[in-house]
C-alpha cells in the first residue's frame, strides 16, 4: 500500500544549508554595508573637516594681519596701536562670520583664535552630527 502524501514535504539537508547560507550571507552583507557607510563617513566628513580646518586657520592669519596693520596705523599716529589692533583683528572675524577670541599679550603679540562646527553628512548615522574646527595664529605689532 502506497503511503498518503505528506501536506508538506520534508525539507532535505540540502535545502536546509542553503537557506542558512542565505542567513549568513545576508548577515555578512548587512555588516559590510554599515562598515562602507561609516568608511564613506570618514572619508566625505574628514574631509570637510580638513577643508574647514585649512580655512579657519586662514580667516585667522586675516585677521590677525588686519589687527597688526590696524595697529601700525594707529602707532604711526601717535596712538596706542594695541587696542586698534585688537578691535579690528575682532572686526574681520565678525564680517567673515567667525567666532573666535582675540588677545594682545604684554610682548605685543596679537593671537588670534577661530572656533567653528562643520555639520557632518555621513557621520550623522551614527550619532556625530558635527565636527569642530579651529584655527589659530599669532602675529607681532611692532612699535616705532
Same mark, same amino acid.
Request: hydrophobic share 45%.
Given at each position: 500500500?502506497?503511503?498518503?502524501?505528506?501536506?508538506?514535504?520534508?525539507?532535505?539537508?540540502?535545502?536546509?544549508?542553503?537557506? @542558512?547560507?542565505?542567513?549568513?550571507?545576508?548577515?555578512?552583507?548587512?555588516?559590510?554595508?554599515?562598515?562602507?557607510?561609516?568608511?564613506?563617513?570618514?572619508?566625505?566628513?574628514?574631509?570637510?573637516?580638513?577643508?574647514?580646518?585649512?580655512?579657519?586657520?586662514?580667516?585667522?592669519?586675516?585677521?590677525?594681519?588686519?589687527?597688526?596693520?590696524?595697529?601700525?596705523?594707529?602707532?604711526?599716529?601717535? *596712538?596706542?596701536?594695541?587696542?586698534?589692533?585688537?578691535?579690528?583683528?575682532?572686526?574681520?572675524? *565678525?564680517? @567673515?562670520?567667525?567666532?573666535?577670541?582675540?588677545?594682545?599679550?604684554?610682548?605685543?603679540?596679537? *593671537?588670534?583664535?577661530?572656533?567653528?562646527?562643520?555639520?557632518?553628512?555621513?557621520?550623522?548615522?551614527?550619532?556625530?552630527?558635527?565636527?569642530?574646527?579651529?584655527?589659530?595664529?599669532?602675529?607681532?605689532?611692532?612699535?616705532?
Amino acid at each position: 500500500m502506497a503511503h498518503p502524501p505528506l501536506p508538506h514535504p520534508v525539507p532535505s539537508l540540502a535545502h536546509v544549508r542553503l537557506r @542558512q547560507r542565505g542567513v549568513s550571507l545576508s548577515a555578512f552583507s548587512a555588516v559590510v554595508a554599515v562598515a562602507v557607510l561609516l568608511m564613506a563617513g570618514l572619508v566625505v566628513d574628514g574631509g570637510a573637516k580638513a577643508a574647514d580646518q585649512r580655512e579657519s586657520e586662514a580667516i585667522a592669519a586675516r585677521a590677525a594681519r588686519v589687527g597688526v596693520d590696524a595697529g601700525a596705523v594707529a602707532g604711526i599716529q601717535g *596712538r596706542p596701536g594695541a587696542t586698534q589692533a585688537v578691535a579690528a583683528a575682532r572686526a574681520s572675524l *565678525r564680517e @567673515q562670520g567667525r567666532e573666535g577670541s582675540v588677545t594682545m599679550l604684554a610682548s605685543g603679540v596679537l *593671537r588670534v583664535q577661530v572656533h567653528h562646527r562643520t555639520p557632518t553628512t555621513f557621520l550623522t548615522l551614527v550619532g556625530i552630527t558635527e565636527l569642530s574646527s579651529d584655527g589659530e595664529t599669532a602675529a607681532q605689532l611692532r612699535q616705532r
